[in-house]
């Protein structure tokens, strides 16, 4: 393989429910470049690296739970010039990265993210997404950028640069890494190109509450970390 312009990396952890069509979808992009696609596994005892296997270029165990601590495994390990982050639950549209791609040819652009929507289209569901998409379109405008980690591109050297995900904090590691890699440049939403993710996050913490603790975690210019998440991957 050529050096790949694009390393998609998916940190799991038991996620055989989700992860094939994550990856089906990572395998089905309409991209002429060259890319890889990393699992960045933090132990799973269910059948995640079997089906990992059947398409993923690398897979790393991780030793320790903690999704910033699999993303961060899987960058070091990346080889292309672009770093694609994405959840084992989301998957992408076909044209995902050659928009993404398209978008990072302004040299002041350092983060790039779809559109996510949820797989369970209910006004329920649909409301807390398009709530945090024009809110994070506000803060990319703003200079202060809040990119949900879930389906989220970055330059590699850049994210380097700023020494990727702080490995420290068990949740907010996707705003606290938006507010440092904005000191080197811009931020972009596409509105065109889609990703879809579950609900489970919604589920888990209810609708009221997770959009009450990520506004005042971002409006206070702090992030969470305070336990609220247990590790999922």
């Known amino acids: ?13 038991n996620e055989e429910k989700n992860i094939g069509r994550a990856l089906k979808a990572l395998k ?24 990992a296997k059947a ?12 999704i910033a601590i699999g993303r961060n495994a899987g960058a070091k390990a990346a080889k292309g010039e672009i770093l694609f982050f ?7 549209l076909p044209d995902v990265f050659e928009g993404v791609d398209s978008a990072f040819d302004n040299g002041e652009i350092v983060g790039v993210a779809p559109r996510v929507l949820p797989t369970d289209s209910s006004f329920k569901n649909i409301f807390p997404y398009w709530f945090f998409y024009r809110f994070s379109k506000i803060s990319t ?4 950028p809040m990119l949900g980690g879930m389906c989220v591109a970055y330059r590699k050297d850049i994210f380097d640069k700023v020494g990727g995900f702080d490995e420290r904090l068990k949740s907010g ?26 609900t489970r996050r919604l589920d888990s913490w209810g609708r009221a509450r997770y959009i009450y603790k990520y506004l005042k975690a971002y409006l206070l210019g702090k992030v969470l970390d305070k336990g609220e998440y247990e590790a999922v991957r």
């Open 86 to 92: 994405v959840d084992g639950d989301t998957f992408l």
């Open 141 to 144: 405008i703003v200079g202060r």
């Open 1 to 13: 393989m050529a050096k790949p312009r694009i390393s998609a990396i998916i940190p799991t952890l």
């Open 55 to 66: 398409y993923a270029d690398d897979i790393i165990i991780v030793k320790e739970k903690g």
């Open 173 to 198: 590691e996707d705003l606290d890494l938006s507010f440092r890699m904005a000191r080197f440049g811009k931020f972009r939403l596409l509105d065109d190109v889609y990703a879809y993710t579950s």
């Open 28 to 51: 089905n992009q309409n991209y002429e470049e060259e890319y890889e696609i990393i699992v960045a596994d933090g132990g799973s005892e269910d059948k995640t690296i079997d089906i």
